[in-house]
């Protein structure tokens, strides 16, 4: 069973910086898609950020320059993505979801191409 959590969202300041952080286990030993999405209220789920386990990365083009995905050390039985969050705007403002599909050579930011969903965690940015 694939169990999925993130954690570290909380209240920020514009221009502030946030580490998110999700944990994943269920894939024993070996790295799997880990990506980070968000949604608003009346909006649909967003890519955020992606990383293959070869290290390539991905991103929203509204987050491009300013986040950073990374994979933690790879456990016997989990897994771990950050996403650093810098120079933070209130359109950031978001439930922060973290999810999981079993390979990890091309790791999308299709909401679909998912399986597994944490519970999300909240960024609220303020000016």
């Known amino acids: 069973q694939v169990q999925v959590e993130e954690s570290g969202g909380g209240s920020v300041q514009s221009g502030g910086s946030l580490r998110l952080s999700c944990a994943a286990s269920?894939?024993?030993?070996?790295?799997?898609?880990l990506t980070w999405f968000r949604q608003v209220p009346g909006k649909e789920r967003e890519g955020v950020a992606a990383?293959?386990?070869?290290?390539?990365?991905?991103?929203?083009d509204s987050v491009s320059g300013r986040f950073t995905i990374s994979q933690g050390a790879l456990l016997d039985y989990s897994d771990t993505r950050y996403l650093q969050m810098n120079r933070i705007t209130r359109e950031d403002t978001a439930m922060y979801f973290c999810?999981?599909?079993?390979?990890?050579?091309?790791?999308?930011?299709?909401?679909?191409?998912?399986?597994?969903w944490g519970q999300g965690t909240q960024v609220t940015v303020s000016s």
């Open positions: 990383i293959d386990r070869d290290g390539n990365t991905r991103y929203a």
């Open positions: 269920g894939y024993r030993g070996r790295r799997f898609c």
């Open positions: 999810a999981s599909k079993s390979d990890a050579y091309f790791c999308p930011l299709e909401a679909d191409r998912y399986d597994y």
